[in-house]
Each structure stands twice: as C-alpha cells, then as structure tokens.
C-alpha cells in the first residue's frame, strides 16, 4: 500500500493520516508513506517501528494546482515518475491519497496502472472560504482526478453529501467514514498539576478548554465574548480560566488577543500554543468548547469526548453529528455568543449534568469515532478486491 499526503504541517489531516497508516500497518499490510517535508515528518517517521516506509520529498507539493504560485511542469513529471517507480518497486497494489494535490498527483502518476485500486480521504467541506477565482479552478482539477478513484472515504455524513453535491459524484462511490482517534495515545506525559503550573493555571480554577488553529473558521472570537458574559454574571463562579490552544494565524490571534483585552477577560485567558500530547491539556479540562463557524468533524473534540471532558460545539457541520444535545453534550447556534454563554452558564452550574454528557460521549466515541472503525470501514468497502494481497 502507498499512503499519500502533500502536506506535513501540525494539522488534523496528518494527524488522520498518520493514524491510519499505523492501524494499516498494525494490521500487516506493507506501507510506503509518501509525504513533503515539515514540521510533521518526525511523527511520520516513528511510523518506522510498525515497518512502514517513510519517503519524505520535495517533490510531493500541494502547489502542482495553485496558479498563484505558479506550474512546475518539470516538478511534476519528476513527482510522477517518483510515484510510478515507487509503485512498480514496492509492487504496490492500493493507493490511499489524503487531500486533493496528492489526489491529482495519483490520478495521473497511475494511468495505465490498471492493477492498481485507488481510494482517497476527504477531510474537509470544499472550498466553503476560497474567493471565486481560485474555486472554479481546483474544481476542474479535483473533480477530474476524483473520476479515477474506486471509493472516495469522507470524515463525517455533512462531508460526504457536500463532496457528493459539488462535484457531481455517484452517491455510491463517496462513503462515509467517520473521523476518529486511537484512544491509546490519550495518555498524559505529565501530571495535571504540573501542567497548570506550566501554564499559568490556578490550581482551583473551573478551566474551560479550546483547542484548534486560531483562525476565523474556528471561532474562537466567539468563545471570548461568551466567556465576557459569564464572567459579568452575577450568578456564576469567577474561579474560570480558558485555555486557547494550537497553531497560530499570526494576525488571527492579534485580534483576539486585543478582543480579550477590550472585553476585560485577559487576565483569564491562557494562550499555549501548539501542544504536541493534547491529552496533558485534556486532563485539566473540566469543559471543552468547540466555537467552529464550519468544521468538517473536528479531531480535537473527539479527543475531549475520549478522555471524558463534557463538550459544548456549535449545531453546524460534523460537529452536529458528534454531539448529541442534552445528552453526550451540548450545542449551541452558530456565531451566537449569547446561546454559548448560556449553554456554559448550564454547565457550569449543573456537575451532574456534565458527568452523564462525559459517560455518554466516551460511549459514542468508542462505537463511531476509533481509528479501528476507520479502517474495518474501508476494508469492508474494498472486501472483494482481495485485501491480503495488499499486506
């Protein structure tokens, strides 16, 4: 098997990516991993220890379809013929692409190659914030390489029936399989206390835990004036510190941090950063909000439900598959700071509400939302294509 990937930054698609590749390999099948260089190639690499075969490149880039940063037709055939011979030296049977440079990188490194069985993850709602310009012309690009592809997997059923919608797709051929995540990596690395101490926490203090790239998508402009008006709240607990947690869209976060400032809640806000073990964030957690404007199903939460953190999202997307409301958690409308801060004040005041919601999350996450599920997906997809010649 090659398992494909064009980028290697801290994000939830190499996350998944990863995680199924170790699944994969866990289960026998041998895997090339072919990525670009990054930040996330050092997680690739530990890989190694189930046998499979990292190969970062340059030459796997998400650029082959940005006309803004120019085509490299000389980089591509090179990114072509690296994918044929790889293919013929491995005697490489199935190709798992992740995103859609890597797909157009299959789709045309793999004509002729009619023995091979071609599959691809889709981890995100198509193009919900590109301007008009650039949409229509991935569009042509993705839906041609799509074509090519035996079973097209999406993170969550929204994701399956708008990747269905844009591009036009047979509704059999686009399947769901829900996001998850191996709940034995959600193992602390430090005690709790001393995570509060590293990061500033009071020791008794209610922390309220948000973790994905400061961005605008993700929202949390309207977690900040949510938590503005609990604290103003006469009958609620001031003994409150959220966590902001993840990667940094530098002017995204300048905003925020001047968001808090004006709202008079700087005092009670962390700014971590990224944090390679979430699971050490988790466990202080007493609450985990997920504000996405859009999220196609966000790791981050499913993470927060396995470790048993009583979860609030907002009623949008996959979130809206993930949380069952008033009973594996809470939701709360769209860009409505007002419905969040009222979904908060409920679970601040009510432990015993939070404690059935966590106990029912874990519940949810261990049926729907393992990396286990994730592939018994796609084997039982692909189960008359002869799955032990691929291992």
């Given amino acids: 098997m090659l398992q494909i990937i064009d980028a290697s930054s801290m994000g939830g698609a190499e996350n998944h990516t990863r995680l199924i590749t170790k699944e994969f390999a866990r289960r026998g099948y ?29 030459l796997i880039s998400k650029h082959y379809m940005n006309p803004f940063y120019g085509f490299d037709l000389f980089r591509l055939i090179k990114a072509i013929r690296l994918i044929r011979g790889l293919v013929k030296a491995n005697e490489i049977t199935l190709i798992h692409s992740h995103k859609h440079p890597a797909d157009l990188l299959v789709s045309l490194s793999t004509v002729g190659m009619k023995r091979l069985t071609n599959i691809t993850t889709i981890h995100s709602m198509e193009n919900k914030d590109k301007f008009m310009l650039w949409r229509w012309w991935r569009y042509y690009f993705i839906k041609k390489s799509l074509s090519r592809f035996k079973r097209i997997f999406a993170v969550s ?7 269905i919608r844009y591009f036009s797709l047979p509704p059999e051929k686009v399947v769901t399989m829900m996001n998850g995540v ?8 430090s005690p709790a206390y001393e995570i509060k101490r ?33 604290l103003k709240s006469k009958d609620t607990p001031k003994d409150i510190t959220l966590v902001l947690a993840g990667s940094s869209n530098p002017r995204f976060e300048k905003s925020l941090r001047k968001l808090s400032g004006e709202l008079g809640i700087a ?13 050490n964030l988790l466990q202080i957690a007493d609450l985990y ?49 007002d419905d969040l801060a009222l979904k908060l004040k409920k679970s601040l005041l009510c432990p015993e509400l939070r404690k059935l919601w966590s106990e029912q999350a874990l519940i949810q996450v261990n049926k729907k939302h393992t990396v286990h599920k994730m592939v018994d997906t796609i084997e039982s997809e692909l189960c008359g294509e002869s799955l032990e010649n691929w291992s």
Wanted: glycine share 8%.
């Fill in 182 to 189: 191996d709940t034995s990596e959600l193992t602390p690395d």
């Fill in 267 to 279: 005092e009670q806000v962390k700014w971590v950063g990224y944090v390679p073990n979430i699971s």
């Fill in 157 to 163: 059923e929204y994701v399956r029936s708008n990747t």
């Fill in 289 to 337: 909000v997920q504000p996405s404007r859009w999220d196609p199903l966000p790791r981050a939460l499913i993470e927060a439900m396995a470790m048993r953190v009583p979860s609030i999202g907002t009623d949008v997307d996959g979130i809206a598959e993930l949380i069952e409301h008033e009973k594996s958690g809470l939701l709360f409308k769209n860009e409505d700071a």
């Fill in 198 to 230: 590293k990061f500033g926490v009071k020791p008794d203090h209610f922390v309220i835990l948000c973790a994905g790239k400061m961005e605008y998508r993700k929202g949390q402009d309207i977690l900040l004036s949510a938590m503005s008006s609990i």
């Fill in 30 to 58: 041998r895997i090339t991993l072919l990525c670009p260089y990054g930040p996330y190639v050092g997680l690739y690499k530990e890989l190694c220890r189930y046998g499979v075969e990292v190969r970062p490149s340059s």
